[in-house]
């Protein structure tokens, strides 16, 4: 039983390590290119929605992925990185939902991945391998 837990925190930990590091690359990208919040406030404004809510994605790209990485409030990072991905993938990927790539896979495997990934951890929560196990 003993080693049994060791493995699922460990799993835990590495899909949690996974999600937010690889996440945290977009972070970085919209911190030293700040152009792009425009090009979702007017996405964002296209729906009648207020063009503030691109600073959002500071708070799935940035602030989400580091509560994952410390092990702090991890469902609820996690559950950011899903809302995240659904407004990614509703103001910029619709056209691709249903969509083949070149190689034949899906068109929004990255984004399906940190969608669900997000989710995952939301559901299942840290493991005791955090600073605040959940």
Same mark, same amino acid.
């Given at each position: 039983?003993?080693?049994?837990?060791?493995r699922?925190?460990t799993?835990?930990?590495? %899909?949690? @390590?996974? =999600?937010?590091?690889?996440?945290?690359?977009? +972070?970085?990208?919209?911190? /030293? #290119?700040?152009?792009?919040?425009?090009?979702?406030?007017?996405?964002?404004?296209?729906?009648?929605?207020?063009?503030?809510?691109?600073?959002?994605v500071?708070?799935?790209?940035?602030?989400?992925? %580091?509560? @994952?990485? =410390?092990?702090?409030?991890?469902?609820?990072? +996690?559950?950011?990185?899903? /809302? #995240?991905?659904?407004?990614?993938?509703?103001?910029a990927?619709?056209?691709?939902?249903?969509?083949?790539?070149?190689?034949?896979?899906?068109?929004?495997?990255?984004?399906?991945?940190?969608?669900?990934?997000? @989710?995952? =951890?939301?559901?299942?929560?840290?493991?005791?391998?955090?600073?605040?196990?959940?």
């Open positions: 039983m003993y080693s049994n837990q060791i699922y925190d799993g835990k930990l590495l %899909l949690r @390590l996974t =999600v937010a590091v690889f996440m945290l690359f977009h +972070g970085y990208a919209k911190i /030293v #290119n700040p152009g792009g919040l425009d090009w979702i406030g007017g996405a964002l404004s296209a729906y009648s929605l207020p063009a503030v809510l691109s600073y959002g500071y708070v799935g790209e940035i602030l989400a992925p %580091l509560m @994952l990485i =410390v092990g702090l409030y991890c469902r609820v990072g +996690g559950g950011l990185i899903f /809302v #995240n991905m659904l407004f990614a993938i509703f103001l990927h619709q056209s691709e939902l249903f969509t083949v790539s070149g190689s034949g896979g899906w068109a929004l495997e990255l984004q399906g991945f940190y969608l669900m990934g997000g @989710l995952v =951890v939301a559901l299942i929560g840290s493991g005791k391998i955090a600073v605040r196990p959940d």
